[in-house]
DNA sequence: CGGATTTGACCTGCGC
DNA sequence: GCGCAGGTCAAATCCG
């Protein structure tokens, strides 16, 4: 099982800077960490497991190796398609991460471009389940994005695999900035 | 007109 | 083997 501690500042960041005036506020409340663990808890239990004093999260470097590693990339390189390439989605594209956020918005500029491929009611969530898929050629991570299933001002994302590419956004701001500067500081 | 989104169909895995 | 649930595809549609 693989373990994050999810602060990557660039989520919280980047969707502060680019939402519009009008937007409700939006406050990053709970990193969930998890690898296996999805896999059995589902959304309703992933709820009951955060916590609610988590708004300090640790930037490490296993978060950067996050947004810069290529083990996805090999993994579906070397993987066999079937003839629509489901079989693609059942290999593991790398670490799991969630996270949930209080917002009335669901989707979140995370920094990345994603495109959206699909969108499932599921029988643990009475809200939709939306599918994202990275839109950087070459790099297969995926995300999901549903409402809390108890509390539907929390938007439970999950991103799976590791992206092979920089964000766009690192143009802009390095993650080393961040790592020494309040977040007050920030600014494009 | 090209890229993004929608949405129904299809596929796979799993439990019974 | 069958049915269900979750995940993905891809044609149609939308939108800038």
């Known amino acids: 099982m693989d373990f994050f501690y999810f602060g990557n500042p660039h989520p919280s960041h980047d969707h502060l800077h680019n939402m519009p005036p009008s937007s409700p506020e939006i406050a990053l409340s709970d990193y969930l960490l998890l690898d296996d663990f999805l896999d059995h808890h589902h959304g309703h239990s992933l709820s009951s497991q955060s916590t609610e004093s988590s708004e300090k999260a640790t930037f490490t ?16 390189n070397n993987n066999i398609k079937c003839k629509n390439g489901i079989s ?11 996270f949930r956020t209080k917002s009335e918005l669901e989707i ?11 969108k499932k009611s599921v029988k643990s969530n009475t809200n939709l389940r939306n599918y994202y898929k990275c839109s950087s050629g070459g790099c297969s991570v ?3 994005v549903e409402r809390d299933r108890e509390d539907s001002s929390y938007v ?6 590791v992206h092979n590419h ?3 956004f690192t143009t802009y701001y390095s993650p080393i900035s961040f790592l020494h500067s309040d977040d007050s500081t920030c600014s494009k």
Do not use: Q, V
């Open 88 to 98: 693609e989605s059942k290999a593991r594209l790398g670490p799991r991460i969630a």
């Open 156 to 161: 439970i994302t999950t991103y799976e695999g």
């Open 142 to 144: 995926k995300k999901r």
């Open 166 to 168: 920089e964000s766009p």
């Open 108 to 118: 979140m500029d995370d920094g990345y471009k994603w495109r959206k491929y699909g």
């Open 61 to 76: 470097d296993s978060t950067h190796g996050f947004t810069t590693g290529a083990t996805s990339k090999n993994n579906t």
